[in-house]
């Protein structure tokens, strides 16, 4: 998509391409699984972008009150507070803790961390495509089975972060 591309893309070096309107996607993470899939390397400043794109909250030290900014996983996220001045808080829960991690999950260096951004009822696969280092990976519904969102990267975490994505967006 046109001028789409996160913020991954500087860090990588990447440029978007412009885009006609019948090349773009309705996938609403076309711009990130673009990035992933045209050679992005995994990093840190990535991981985070698709911690955004998938519901990760991300807060400053002093809207958590901590020294450092903190990343709540959108299973554990309850809510916020906006004060008075505009500022936001994050609810927390008091009974059972709510887990506050100074990083979303490694995504692009980590198959385990990728696997957990699969749709619920979709199953996946992913692996080596030949010896210059490419990688694929798919995903798509179980029953009935369908190879829909197939993906090639740099790495098999980055394919399978990208058919992730993508079947995330066709769910929608």
């Known amino acids: 998509m046109k001028g789409a591309l996160p913020q991954a893309a500087r860090a990588a070096g990447l440029r978007p ?8 996607s309705s996938i609403p993470n076309a711009g990130l699984v ?3 899939e045209r050679g992005a390397k ?28 903190g990343w709540i996983a959108p299973e554990d996220f309850i809510g916020e ?20 991690w100074r990083e979303p999950r490694p995504y ?6 990728a696997m957990t951004l699969v749709p619920p009822g979709h ?4 692996g080596s ?5 490419t ?20 790495t098999p975490a980055l394919a399978l972060c990208a058919a992730a994505l993508k079947a995330k967006g066709e769910n929608q």
């Open 135 to 154: 990688a694929w990976a798919w995903s798509g519904p179980a029953d009935p089975l369908e190879y829909r969102s197939i993906s090639n990267a740099a």
């Open 42 to 69: 995994p990093s840190a400043a990535l991981d985070r972008e698709i911690a955004l794109a998938v519901g990760w909250h991300r807060y400053s030290p002093s809207e958590i009150g901590r020294k450092n900014p």
């Open 81 to 100: 507070y906006v004060r008075g001045d505009g500022r936001r808080t994050p609810k927390l829960d008091s009974l059972h803790g709510t887990d506050i």
């Open 34 to 36: 673009e990035l992933v």
């Open 123 to 126: 199953i996946f696969g992913c």
């Open 108 to 113: 692009s260096t980590s198959i385990d961390a």
């Open 129 to 133: 495509k030949d010896a210059t280092g």
């Open 17 to 24: 391409e412009p885009a006609s309107p019948s090349q773009q």
